[in-house]
T-cell receptor, first 114, second 112 residues
């Protein structure tokens, strides 16, 4: 069984479009995250939710809007896509927010904006 | 501002050799240092982690060495195997809400 799943795995779209990436975890975790990995493999946190409440909101353009309908799901909606948004987006989850809780990553969504 | 500096960017090791990846941090408030392993097309996965109250942690062929005064830590992979070929990320966490700050990654290739 997949612990953290993301859909779609690949997303190719044109500049200016709006798209969403969905994430689901079946681990029973309370905390979920979105990370962006750029073309140089640099991995940076974007958002984190704990029990559906936003707890980390990094310096991210407001075109990016996360939504957590319940503890098991965290979606990422991106408006007015730009070329620089091309990256791999990872969802992750952990039991709780805190330094000792392992983060489990999904397989990633490769977004290509043309 | 890059708060965790990782080197080298890439590393080639022969099978059976020792792979060493180094990281340095600036913020003395960091109190948890995990290493993540990422295979192509997959998400990162926790490999091993250390707290600053110990100088070394070993799990199988993987060892973290930690030097608090120098603000440096390193990953040693003993008897490196082709299956270890992956990208390795060091990271640091400053408590609170588990905000991991990652190094830039090291692409390891172990040749048979």
């Amino acid at each position: 069984d997949t612990a953290v799943s993301q859909t779609p795995k690949y997303l190719v779209t044109q500049m200016g479009n709006d798209k969403s990436i969905k994430c689901e975890q079946n681990l029973g975790h309370d905390t979920m995250y979105w990370y962006k990995q750029d073309s140089k493999k640099f991995l940076k946190i974007m958002f984190s939710y704990n029990n559906k409440e936003l707890i980390i909101n990094e310096t991210v353009p407001n075109r990016f809007s996360p939504k957590s309908p319940d503890k098991a799901h965290l979606n990422l909606h991106i408006n007015s896509l730009e070329l620089g948004d091309s990256a791999v987006y990872f969802c992750a989850s952990s039991t709780s927010p805190g330094p000792l809780y392992e983060q489990y990553f999904g397989p990633g969504t490769r977004l290509t904006v043309t | 501002q890059q708060q965790v500096k990782q080197s080298p960017q890439s590393l080639i090791v022969q099978k059976g050799g020792i792979s060493i990846i180094n990281c340095a941090y600036e913020n003395t408030a960091f109190d948890y240092f995990p290493w993540y392993q990422q295979f192509p097309g997959k998400g990162p996965a926790l490999l091993i982690a250390i707290r600053p109250d110990v100088s070394e942690k070993k799990e199988g062929r993987f060892t973290i060495s930690f030097n608090k005064s120098a603000k440096q830590f390193s990953l040693h992979i003993m008897d490196s195997q082709p299956g270890d070929s992956a990208t390795y990320f060091c990271a640091a966490d400053s408590g609170g809400y588990n905000k991991l700050i990652f190094g830039a990654g090291t692409r390891l290739a172990v040749h048979p």
